[in-house]
């Protein structure tokens, strides 16, 4: 306070070199002022305004933009790449011909009996299938593997994009890195990456990071599903519906082991998707859905005791 005293009497005393002094300050604070809201007098109008029409149209842009992209693309699964595309202004050419031709669809009636037979059969032998986590080490033909895949590329899929590899593996070496990189991640799953909830929910199963399955089963089957397609031109073509397609093929998959009288383990190995991509030189693009061991159940195979829901549970029909 006292400063300050001091300080206003030397200024009065001073009139003639304070009253100027302070006058300039005022002068220069508020011009500084002015040129942070941008509306120094100094600039030229025409510049800023310039500027401020730009922003306003990359705004109005952007907006219009993201409204598209709300309006347009409704699911990210069906525009997986929307965001990787959206400076690509060429459209890229369709999978599927325009002029492709429209053939006669054969069908042959079944008589009901048959149609009732046979679908009660083919319930009862998929009643029959459960995830196996104790392979003999059994060899079985790749003719069979072959035939099995053959299957899983029947499904149907978004715009006929059929956005699914298999990579089937016997070789005992590449089974055996397999079974490695999987339990060095499983560990980490069990110990200290999952919580206790999943912990507790796979208990019952009798699952644990050992999976002594993947060197015993004489095949393992990789599905990967293909985000898009890598034309010969470098550019991308979206796989509409990717996930649901390969998830699909990956059902007729199992049907078809079933029917072939082997067995499987339907398993999703958390984290390992790059790594297993990177071993069997797969692109990026590329991702693993499953992963499952086929082959024949060891002898002292044991499973959970479950019980699947009731036809009411999970079927409602509206006649
Ligand atoms: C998407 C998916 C992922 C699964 N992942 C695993 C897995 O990582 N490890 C495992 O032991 N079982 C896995 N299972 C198998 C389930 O535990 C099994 O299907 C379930 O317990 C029902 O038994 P069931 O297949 O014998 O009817 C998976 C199943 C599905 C459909």
């Not at 031709?101 to 008589?111: G, S």
């Not at 293909?226 to 649901?244: A, S």
């Amino acid at each position: 306070m006292a400063l300050f005293a001091t300080l206003f009497m030397h200024l009065c005393d001073y009139w003639f070199v304070s009253v100027p002094l302070l006058t300039a300050l005022g002068v220069f604070a508020w011009f500084m002022n002015q040129e942070e809201q941008g509306t120094s007098s100094t600039e030229t109008a025409a510049p800023a305004d310039d500027i401020q029409s730009r922003i306003l149209d990359a705004k109005k842009s952007a907006s219009s933009i993201s409204r598209m992209k709300e309006t347009v693309v409704f699911d990210r699964d069906w525009d997986a790449n929307a965001e990787d595309n959206a400076h690509d202004e060429d459209i890229v050419p369709s999978g599927i011909p325009e002029d492709v031709q429209h053939i006669h669809f054969e069908h042959k009636r079944l008589t009901l009996e048959s149609m009732y037979t046979r679908s009660k059969e083919f319930y009862e032998l998929m009643n029959n299938r459960r995830s196996v986590r104790f392979f003999s080490k059994d060899p079985v033909p790749k003719e069979i593997i072959q035939n099995i895949v053959r299957t899983a590329g029947t499904a149907p899929s978004g715009a006929h994009t059929e956005p699914w590899r298999f990579i089937a593996v016997k070789d005992p070496e590449y089974k055996k890195r397999i079974r490695e990189l999987v339990e060095q991640e499983e560990e980490i799953n069990y110990t200290k990456r999952m919580g206790v909830q999943w912990t507790a929910d796979v208990k019952g199963i009798g699952t644990s990071y050992v999976k002594e399955y993947l060197t015993d089963a004489p095949w393992i089957l990789l599905v990967f599903k293909q985000v898009y397609t890598l034309l010969p031109d470098g550019q991308k073509r979206n796989n509409y519906y990717h996930e649901i397609s390969t998830a699909i093929s990956g059902g007729l998959l199992i049907a078809a082991i079933q029917t072939a009288g082997l067995v499987t383990l339907t398993s999703t190995p958390m984290n390992c998707g790059p790594a297993l991509r990177t071993m069997f030189q797969r692109p990026k693009h590329e991702k693993l859905m499953l992963l499952l061991p086929v082959g024949y159940p060891s002898h002292d195979c044991t499973v959970p005791d479950f019980k699947r829901k009731e036809l009411d549970e999970i079927l409602t029909m509206i006649q």
